[in-house]
T-cell receptor, first 114, second 114 residues
Framework: KNQVEQSPQSLIILEGKNCTLQ??????????LRWYKQDTGRGPVSLTI?????NTKSNGRYTATLDADTKQSSLHITASQLSDSASYICVVSDRGSTLGRLYFGRGTQLTVWP | DTAVSQTPKYLVTQMGNDKSIKCEQNLGHDTMYWYKQDSKKFLKIMFSYNNKELIINETVPNRFSPKSPDKAHLNLHINSLELGDSAVYFC?????????????FGPGTRLLVL
């Protein structure tokens, strides 16, 4: 069964600290993995997208890694800011059809305290 | 110059009523989606349309009927609303490209069924 599991479910850190969010998936075949950020009361916004051949991709203070062999991804946030408080969602796409199917994790709720 | 817009933003209605949510995108994308996000913040895809044709139809009660008058619009009509339909509904769009598809989400419609 194709699944995407994220951990931790929630995380509280102090402003300025680093943190890492995890995403494990069983989706097969695999096309790409995407991290979204969802601020409270808003729709998700794409942070990074990685295909099978990519190991790491950065977007400012966000760095995503992908290990396609172990089917794991992480999102590392450096020097956290209050505005990083949000839900971070991992999404995996398969190659099952021309358009692919999307499998969503349940998200990690990050709270950054001053 | 909003990319993906939804109306209304909030919708409060009685059980048994019929309601519609509208979605429009001005990105020129050929694929549009409807998602339901429950109280635990889990995003679940409901429908996907590509060039006005239904591509994905997850296990959704037939009380939900999407309608795509053109590529830029995907409306969601819900008949005989039930308490369990209360959720946030997100519309999204993407351009299908090789290697992946970046989805752009609307701001969401918060539906409360009393």
């Amino acid at each position: 069964k194709n699944q995407v599991e994220q951990s931790p479910q929630s995380l509280i850190i102090l402003e300025g600290k680093n943190c890492t969010l995890q995403c494990n998936y069983t989706v097969s075949p695999f096309s790409n993995l995407r991290w979204y950020k969802q601020d409270t009361g808003r729709g998700p916004v794409s942070l990074t997208i990685m295909t099978f051949s990519e190991n790491t991709k950065s977007n400012g203070r966000y760095t995503a890694t992908l290990d396609a062999d172990t089917k794991q991804s992480s999102l590392h946030i450096t020097a956290s800011q209050l505005s990083d408080s949000a839900s971070y969602i991992c999404v995996v796409s398969d190659r099952g059809s021309t358009l692919g199917r999307l499998y969503f994790g349940r998200g990690t709720q990050l709270t950054v305290w001053p | 110059d909003t990319a993906v817009s939804q109306t209304p933003k909030y919708l409060v209605t009685q059980m048994g009523n019929d309601k519609s949510i509208k979605c429009e995108q001005n990105l020129g994308h050929d694929t549009m989606y409807w998602y339901k996000q429950d109280s635990k913040k889990f995003l679940k895809i409901m429908f996907s349309y590509n060039n006005k044709e239904l591509i994905i139809n997850e296990t959704v009660p037939n009380r939900f009927s999407p309608k795509s008058p053109d590529k830029a619009h995907l409306n969601l009509h819900i008949n005989s609303l039930e308490l369990g339909d209360s959720a946030v509904y997100f519309c999204a769009s993407s351009q299908v490209i090789a290697g992946g598809k970046t989805q752009y989400f609307g701001p969401g419609t918060r539906l409360l069924v009393l």
